[in-house]
C-alpha cells in the first residue's frame, strides 16, 4: 500500500466504517509507516477541531447584519403579523 | 398585549436586533456567501413566524431559530453540493503533489507538537487559524466538508442527500481535509517536515 492510498482510506474512515481487508491493509501500513501514523492522528485531531469550530459561529470572526437588510428583515416580519399570521 | 399561550415566550417583533446578528453569524459560517447566509437568515425567520404557534417552549427562542436556520443552511449547503457532485470528479495537481509519483509522501508529515496535539487545539489563536484554513478551501470541498458536520450524518446519508457518488463525496471530502491539514501545517504548527529533523535540533 503507498502513503497515498493509506491517506485516503484514513480520510474516509473519518467518514464511514473501512471494509475488513482495508483496514487489515490500513492496520499494516500504519505498522511499520510513523508518516502516516502521524498523518493519521493529526487529521483525525483537525477533524475534530473543524467539527468543534463549526458548531459555534464566533470561531469566524464578528460580521453583523447590514442596516438595509435589518430594515427589510424587520419589515417582513411587521407585514407577516399584520396580516395575523 | 393578548398573545395565544403557545406561543408566550417568543416574540417575533425583537427577533431581528435580539437574535439577528447571531443568526447571521451562524449562517455565514457555514455558507461564506454574505448574500446566500442573508437570504437563509430571512428563509428562516419567515419559516419560524408560520411555525410560531406551535413552539412549545422546551427550548430558549435563540436556540429555537437557531435550529431552524441550521435545517435552512443544510438545504442550502445541499443544493450547492448537488449541483457539484455530479460532475465526475477532476484530478486534482494540488492533491497530487503532496505526493511522489510512487505514492510516498513528498513533504513528511511534521511532528506538531511533542505533547497532546488537543490541547493546542483549545487555543483560541488556533481557532483562528483554523477558521482562516476553512475559508481558504475552495467553495466546493468547504461546502462538502461543511455539510458533512452539519448533518452529523455517515457520508453515506450525505451522499444519498446530495445525489453524489460515495466515491465523489469522499474525493471532495478527502481533497478538503489534506487542505485543511497542509495549511495548519503550515501556518500553525511550522512546517517542520520529519525528514529535516533528523539532521539536528536547535
Same mark, same amino acid.
Given at each position: 500500500?503507498?502513503?497515498?492510498?493509506?491517506?485516503?482510506?484514513?480520510?474516509?474512515?473519518?467518514?464511514?466504517?473501512?471494509?475488513?481487508?482495508?483496514?487489515?491493509?490500513?492496520?499494516?501500513?500504519?505498522?511499520?509507516?510513523?508518516?502516516?501514523?502521524?498523518?493519521?492522528?493529526?487529521?483525525?485531531?483537525?477533524?475534530?477541531?473543524?467539527?468543534?469550530?463549526?458548531?459555534?459561529?464566533?470561531?469566524?470572526?464578528?460580521?453583523?447584519?447590514?442596516?438595509?437588510?435589518?430594515?427589510?428583515?424587520?419589515?417582513?416580519?411587521?407585514?407577516?403579523?399584520?396580516?395575523?399570521? | 398585549?393578548?398573545?395565544?399561550?403557545?406561543?408566550?415566550?417568543?416574540?417575533?417583533?425583537?427577533?431581528?436586533?435580539?437574535?439577528?446578528?447571531?443568526?447571521?453569524?451562524?449562517?455565514?459560517?457555514?455558507?461564506?456567501?454574505?448574500?446566500?447566509?442573508?437570504?437563509?437568515?430571512?428563509?428562516?425567520?419567515?419559516?419560524?413566524?408560520?411555525?410560531?404557534?406551535?413552539?412549545?417552549?422546551?427550548? *430558549?427562542?435563540? *436556540?429555537?431559530?437557531?435550529?431552524?436556520?441550521?435545517?435552512?443552511?443544510?438545504?442550502?449547503?445541499?443544493?450547492?453540493?448537488?449541483?457539484?457532485?455530479?460532475?465526475?470528479?477532476? *484530478?486534482?495537481?494540488?492533491?497530487?503533489?503532496?505526493?511522489?509519483? *510512487?505514492?510516498?509522501?513528498?513533504?513528511?508529515?511534521?511532528?506538531?507538537?511533542?505533547?497532546?496535539?488537543?490541547?493546542?487545539?483549545?487555543?483560541?489563536?488556533?481557532?483562528?487559524?483554523?477558521?482562516?484554513?476553512?475559508?481558504?478551501?475552495?467553495?466546493?470541498?468547504?461546502?462538502?466538508?461543511?455539510?458533512?458536520?452539519?448533518?452529523?450524518?455517515?457520508?453515506?446519508?450525505?451522499?444519498?442527500?446530495?445525489?453524489?457518488?460515495?466515491?465523489?463525496?469522499?474525493?471532495?471530502?478527502?481533497?478538503?481535509?489534506?487542505?485543511?491539514?497542509?495549511?495548519?501545517?503550515?501556518?500553525?504548527?511550522?512546517?517542520?517536515?520529519?525528514?529535516?529533523?533528523?539532521?539536528?535540533?536547535?
Amino acid at each position: 500500500m503507498t502513503c497515498r492510498r493509506a491517506a485516503a482510506l484514513i480520510t474516509r474512515e473519518l467518514d464511514d466504517p473501512l471494509w475488513a481487508w482495508q483496514r487489515a491493509g490500513l492496520r499494516f501500513h500504519t505498522l511499520v509507516c510513523g508518516d502516516c501514523r502521524r498523518f493519521r492522528a493529526q487529521v483525525g485531531a483537525v477533524d475534530e477541531a473543524a467539527a468543534g469550530l463549526l458548531a459555534r459561529p464566533a470561531g469566524f470572526g464578528p460580521a453583523a447584519l447590514s442596516d438595509g437588510t435589518r430594515d427589510h428583515l424587520k419589515g417582513i416580519i411587521r407585514d407577516e403579523l399584520g396580516r395575523g399570521g | 398585549m393578548t398573545r395565544p399561550a403557545t406561543a408566550a415566550a417568543l416574540d417575533p417583533a425583537t427577533w431581528v436586533d435580539a437574535h439577528g446578528d447571531y443568526l447571521y453569524r451562524f449562517a455565514l459560517a457555514r455558507v461564506r456567501d454574505p448574500d446566500a447566509a442573508e437570504e437563509v437568515v430571512q428563509e428562516a425567520l419567515l419559516a419560524a413566524l408560520a411555525a410560531r404557534h406551535r413552539f412549545a417552549g422546551r427550548s *430558549s427562542e435563540r *436556540s429555537w431559530l437557531t435550529a431552524i436556520l441550521n435545517r435552512k443552511v443544510a438545504d442550502w449547503l445541499r443544493a450547492a453540493v448537488r449541483r457539484r457532485a455530479r460532475e465526475r470528479a477532476k *484530478s486534482d495537481r494540488w492533491a497530487d503533489g503532496l505526493f511522489t509519483p *510512487s505514492g510516498k509522501w513528498k513533504v513528511r508529515p511534521g511532528d506538531w507538537s511533542a505533547d497532546d496535539p488537543g490541547r493546542e487545539m483549545t487555543r483560541a489563536a488556533f481557532r483562528q487559524t483554523l477558521a482562516g484554513c476553512l475559508d481558504k478551501l475552495p467553495a466546493r470541498l468547504r461546502q462538502a466538508f461543511v455539510l458533512r458536520h452539519l448533518d452529523e450524518q455517515p457520508a453515506g446519508a450525505v451522499c444519498q442527500a446530495v445525489g453524489a457518488t460515495p466515491t465523489n463525496l469522499w474525493v471532495m471530502l478527502h481533497r478538503a481535509r489534506l487542505r485543511l491539514w497542509r495549511c495548519l501545517t503550515i501556518n500553525w504548527f511550522g512546517d517542520d517536515p520529519a525528514g529535516r529533523r533528523g539532521g539536528g535540533e536547535r
